[in-house]
């Protein structure tokens, strides 16, 4: 296997063992602060009626997607992007607190048969903003290469999305009115 990285046959293969001590194969950890609370946050990843409002860049067109944020609900989407080149991706809430985390797996058109485990945390930090982390764990480096190929661009442009979501909701705009801070990749 390349790298250290195993090839995983089921999501909750994730972590595995080596000379006892558990392994966390291929991840990424991602951490953006939001001038939010982590409540509109959280609910601008999990309701299916505002995700699909920031999510994907503006040169991919959403064409349907289903979102169930519970314990054992599932996702899907499939949209379209530049050149007509389909795309779709699925996966299962496996644990959901609101407001503080959830925990999913993920499969893309793009890497079939390569699950992605990710954690996204939310975390209050005053004032009216918030912290959010997301490790994304790969099966191989392959996989985690190619999704990281588009996080630098399509992430930021979505995340910005929703930045501008979130200013726009005079429920979740702080009075100071700045700006969140891009996305930086964790130590």
Same mark, same amino acid.
């Given at each position: 296997m390349p790298d250290g990285c195993p090839a995983l046959h089921t999501p909750s293969a994730f972590i595995h063992r080596k000379r006892g001590r558990a392994q966390i194969p291929c991840k990424v950890t991602l951490v953006r602060e939001f001038d939010a +609370? +982590?409540?509109?946050v959280y609910k601008a990843h999990t309701d299916?009626?505002?995700?699909? %409002?920031?999510m994907l860049p503006r040169a991919i067109h959403l064409q349907k997607m289903q979102m169930d944020a519970r314990s054992g609900g599932r996702w899907s989407y499939a949209c379209? #992007?530049?050149?007509?080149?389909?795309?779709? #991706?699925? #996966?299962v809430f496996h644990s959901v607190e609101p407001n503080k985390q959830f925990i999913h797996t993920s499969e893309f058109s793009f890497a079939p048969g390569h699950p992605t485990l990710s954690i996204t945390r939310f975390e209050d930090l005053g004032g009216g903003r918030c912290r959010m982390s997301m490790r994304e764990?790969?099966?191989t480096v392959e996989s985690r290469d190619a999704a990281a190929s588009g996080i630098d661009g399509g992430m930021e442009e979505t995340y910005? %999305?929703?930045d501008q979501l979130l200013a726009a909701s005079t429920t979740y705009r702080r009075r100071d009115g700045g700006v969140s801070a891009p996305f930086r990749r964790a130590g």
């Open positions: +609370p +982590p409540a509109a299916p009626d505002l995700f699909p %409002r920031w379209e #992007g530049e050149g007509n080149t389909q795309l779709s #991706g699925f #996966g764990i790969y099966d910005e %999305r929703l």
